[in-house]
């Protein structure tokens, strides 16, 4: 119930702030790295994400996924059913948000990204958990994968010590 609730509290606040001259934060290359590796701890830690999709109506749709850990560049893959509704969506709207929360509740990591669905044999191989396998009993057939690429990212973490601004609140970004 903790972790809804961040969630859609992240997201109104992301939603909201979009819309009103939202400003970003800059960030210089050395603290990229810095914000970047955090990044990767908080994603590689949690057991599970939220993917953030925009339904035909532009209306906000999130669901709780199961991740493959991050690559070097934060790119996500995930694994859906080939008949799930997100999988139109993304094919309408590629623009995606994935939402981590760090495993002591002191942070989270919103990556905002590019979607793209992936029906390769062998990435398909690569990107899959046995434990499945009741879920998907056509596999492969009924099985694709979601790639995301990160455009940019934002990251708070008060046990890193990786704060927003202290007046208007904004968490740290980097920009891929």
Known sequence: MKFIKNLLFTFSFVLLSSTHGYTQQKTTKNND??????AKEIMQSAKTCALVTIDDKGRPRIRTMDPFSPEED????????SSSRKVIQIKNDNRVTLYYTDK????????HGIASIVNDVA???EHWKKEWEEFYPNYPKDYLLIKVSPE????LSTSRNILGD???WEPQRVTF
């Open 33 to 38: 790295s810095k914000l970047i590796g955090a």
């Open 74 to 81: 934060l790119t996500v893959w995930l694994g859906t059913n």
């Open 104 to 111: 002591d509740d002191t942070g989270y990591v919103m990556i």
């Open 123 to 125: 990435e398909k191989e």
């Open 152 to 155: 940019w990212m934002e990251i």
């Open 166 to 168: 202290s007046k208007t």
